[in-house]
């Protein structure tokens, strides 16, 4: 089996498909490993692995092609339905799988989010790709929504909708501010302050460091509590 695993590494792509023809029923989850790992790999010979039933029948076999950049699309979204959630959470932020096989993954995983414990949605959130990140801020628990502000992939843009939701709780825009690195920004300062759901102390301490014309923004925004529009007044007058 050494010998056979050296040959699947090291063969060209027109050797590797005359392996797998020939060798098929004796390829098993390893093997297939070592077939994907070898850079002449086309969609070709992974098409004759996996329509191998012997084969199919394995997770990880199953696993491997639907996360491979050179599985055929389709195949891939097909196979990516019946993944775990932790193996849909690689595939979807794997920049070497194709963007339409990422996007069905954060899909898949999304519709599951509901059935995950707290532990395992604090996991998603920190390594979640874009795909998914929309599908997680409008998450309540505060564990989760601290492990999403961490995420790298995490982005202004894609952050906007909870800073100007007026129905994200209070609870979780204290959060945003008090983070490292979202809370000094002067946009993430500016939205909290014209969002009429963040604790009236909270916006009331940002708004000496925003620009007067954004404090008058505020003190002219009749959604804003009235004691944050009076401060934003005052201020704005000196």
């Not at 096989?101 to 999304?110: I, S």
């Not at 946009?187 to 963040?198: D, H, I, K, Y």
Request: net charge positive; with cysteine; aromatic share 2%.
């Amino acid at each position: 089996m050494d010998d056979l695993a050296a040959k699947l590494r090291g063969a060209d792509t027109n050797e590797l498909a005359e392996i797998v023809r020939q060798q098929r029923d004796q390829l098993g989850p390893d093997s297939v490993r070592q077939v994907l790992r070898n850079s002449y790999v086309d969609a070709r010979i992974i098409d004759e692995l996996i329509e191998h039933p012997a084969l199919r029948k394995h997770y990880e076999v199953r696993r491997q092609i639907a996360a491979h950049p050179r599985t055929q699309q389709a195949r891939a979204i097909s196979l990516v339905a019946g993944l775990y959630w932790r193996d849909l959470l690689r595939i979807g932020s794997d920049t070497r799988v194709k963007p339409a096989v990422r996007r069905a993954a954060d899909r898949r995983l999304a519709e599951r989010l509901g059935r995950l414990s707290i532990g395992e949605k604090v996991l998603v959130a920190r390594e979640a790709g874009t795909g998914l990140i929309a599908s997680l801020l409008g998450e309540k628990e505060q564990r989760v929504v601290t492990a999403l502000l961490e995420n790298p992939r995490l982005t202004e843009p894609m952050l906007a909708p909870l800073l100007t939701n007026p129905v994200t709780s209070p609870q979780v825009l204290r959060l945003v501010a008090e983070d490292r690195r979202w809370g000094s920004r002067y946009t993430t300062q500016v939205a909290l302050c014209l969002n009429p759901a963040t604790p009236e102390d909270l916006a009331i301490s940002l708004l000496p460091g925003l620009r007067k014309a954004d404090r008058r923004a505020v003190a002219s925004d009749t959604r804003v509590p009235a004691a944050v529009r009076e401060r934003a007044a005052l201020l704005s007058e000196c």
